[in-house]
């Protein structure tokens, strides 16, 4: 679908904001939060057209936000940038903050809010309610402080290049070197990034330290014991526990370490080796090149079109439109921020995918992937409140990950080659697996972290701990203990976003169970995706993962009933 064919949707009409407001200073939206403070309400209508004036204004500064925080990491060179993004943080948010919360007072003391619908609003206002009962004034200033901090770890990770061939390059784009079938060259590019990583060890850990003391005062000043317990109820962690996780971890760890150990197995005897090592975890195990899905990011684009167009055409015009709006964002550059995001869009509804691609398989997983957070954000894009449409992250990454699997039914877009769509696809399924570990790994690593006083090298020491319960054996680290020690630091979701990982690790399962359902019903499957995205955060997540045909599930049972499926899944196409 070409670009000049797309209809480029408008934002809607503002009916409380003025059209051309620029948010330069405070002051200029200070009138409207106490324009919502001060007027009177006496009806539910008045309540519920209160709340849409304050969903309308939450979603122009949100937008806002999101614009300043993507150019930033697009140029993270560009100090303007930069500066304009730091305002925001520094500036605008921390007075936004005590507003919001007054609002919520006002809200929830309202003697209309038991004759609102109490099923259309029964998840946004136990939300709110939360948020009321977490708020400190005191929390404000250090809430800024950490966002401004976790701003030097994209900083820092931007600049970090390596010379490959006499050609610098991003670490991100050096990576595709690991899936040389030179394995000396293999073994010369794994030292040069790690070489290059541990230059920073030392920044990222006082960085890492001084972040968890602001995030444990956080806690305190809220009356928690620390900030784990406060990010779960910060999160609106309704659905589950710290135990349930600690299950999750458990259940990995029985369940699909051993299969992991297993695949590496099968790789070291197709290698011919004895001594497997890190580098040799991700070229093919029979000597082939790497896949080669697009050349550029355009081409990633148009094929990422076709592909979704024909899983159903409303995919497709999704990304076409977001192509057509320049709201992507792909290739791999140096100064660009590492990582890749969908940010969604509250006021225009449409969203903006970023990304860092080099050309790889890895890319066109990230493509699709980001592509099904994108869906999401267009079937959810005419609920009435910005609110309706923040989903919780077990549902968001559902989204995406489903479109992973889901989307491989037409990847011959990307592949005109049977044996390469074949090795592509199996890639995949083996990757679904091999990733819960990982996640299993990091939500462990934070839950000790803030609960458990330690210093950086007592850090390190409980990583490798966690490491041998939750990665394969096989693998040999003798020489590089000091790279695998740190090996955690590359996870910006530790630094940037705390607690926001175990969801990959639900997700997934449920991305699982979703592509199963898929193979079974075919359409019917998508229109049960389709069903659930719609609903955005107006139902539990059980109830999403009800709607969309599937369970919200992790007991170890059940991870062995999914896995079980994807061995069969693997073993049928060889």
């Not at 939060?33 to 979603?59: G, P």
């Not at 919520?104 to 709110?128: M, V």
């Not at 989307?407 to 696809?425: C, G, H, T, V």
Request: with cysteine.
């Amino acid at each position: 679908m070409e670009s000049n064919t797309t209809k480029i949707p408008t934002r809607p009409k503002r009916q409380f904001i003025d059209e051309n407001l620029m948010v330069d200073c405070w002051e200029k939206i200070e009138v409207y939060f106490k324009s919502l403070l001060d007027r009177d309400i006496n009806s539910v209508t008045d309540l519920e057209q209160w709340m849409l004036n304050r969903s309308e204004l939450e979603s122009v500064l949100e937008e806002e936000q999101a614009w300043r925080y993507i150019k930033m990491n697009i140029d993270t060179t560009d100090q303007k940038l930069a500066k304009d993004f730091t305002f925001w943080i520094q500036e605008i948010s921390p007075k936004v903050a005590p507003f919001s919360h007054q609002l919520n007072l006002k809200l929830n003391s309202s003697p209309y809010l038991k004759e609102l619908d109490n099923e259309k609003y029964r998840i946004y206002l136990r939300g709110l309610q939360k948020a009321i009962e977490i708020y400190r004034d005191e929390n404000i200033p250090l809430m800024v402080e950490m966002e401004t901090k976790q701003q030097e770890y994209g900083a820092i990770a931007a600049k970090m290049t390596v010379e490959i061939d006499g050609q610098k390059m991003t670490m991100q784009k050096a990576a595709q070197f690991l899936k040389d079938t030179n394995r000396e060259k293999r073994e010369e590019v794994f030292n040069a990034i790690n070489d290059r990583r541990l230059q920073d060890v030392d920044a990222l850990d006082q960085l890492f330290d001084e972040l968890i003391a602001l995030r444990q005062q956080i806690a305190k000043n809220a009356g928690f014991e620390n900030y784990r317990d406060y990010k779960f109820a910060a999160m609106g962690r309704f659905d589950y526990t710290p135990a349930d996780c600690y299950a999750f971890h458990e259940s990995i760890a029985k369940e699909i370490v051993p299969i992991i150990e297993g695949f590496d197995k099968s790789r070291m005897d197709k290698m011919g080796l004895e001594n497997y090592k890190p580098w040799d975890t991700s070229v093919d195990a029979i000597g082939k090149a790497p896949l080669k899905p697009f050349e550029g990011s355009e081409d990633l684009i148009n094929k990422s079109i076709r592909c979704f167009e024909r899983l159903r055409p409303y995919y497709g015009e999704c990304l076409s439109t977001m192509k057509a709006m320049k709201h992507l964002d792909l290739e791999s550059k140096e100064g660009k921020a590492p990582g890749g995001f969908n940010y969604p869009l509250y006021e225009i509804g449409v969203p903006f995918i970023y990304m860092n691609a080099v050309g790889s398989q890895r890319d066109l997983v990230t493509m699709v992937h980001e592509g099904g957070h994108a869906i999401h954000s267009f079937l959810s894009r005419d609920l009435a409140l910005a609110d309706f449409k923040s989903v919780p992250s077990e549902v968001a990454e559902l989204a995406s990950m489903s479109m992973e699997l889901i989307s491989m039914d037409k990847w011959d877009e990307f592949y005109d080659n049977q044996e390469e769509l074949n090795r592509a696809k199996k890639e995949q399924m083996q990757k679904v697996l091999e990733g819960l570990p990982w996640i299993a790994a990091i939500d462990r690593f934070q839950q000790w972290i803030y609960t458990t006083p330690h210093t950086a090298d007592e850090r390190r020491a409980e990583w490798e701990k966690i490491m041998s319960d939750l990665s394969s054996s096989l693998v040999n680290w003798d020489g590089h203990e000091k790279a695998h020690q740190n090996i955690w630091q590359r996870q910006l979701h530790l630094y940037e976003v705390p607690f926001y990982y175990i969801e990959y690790g639900m997700a997934q399962l449920g991305a699982i169970a979703m592509w199963r359902s898929y193979k079974q019903l075919g359409n019917t499957a998508l229109d049960n995706y389709d069903a659930a995205l719609k609903l955005g955060y107006t139902k539990s997540i059980g109830e999403l993962y009800q709607t969309a045909g599937i369970e919200f599930n992790f007991s170890q049972d059940y991870v062995k009933e999914l896995a079980d499926f994807i061995i069969a899944e693997l073993a049928s196409m060889n």
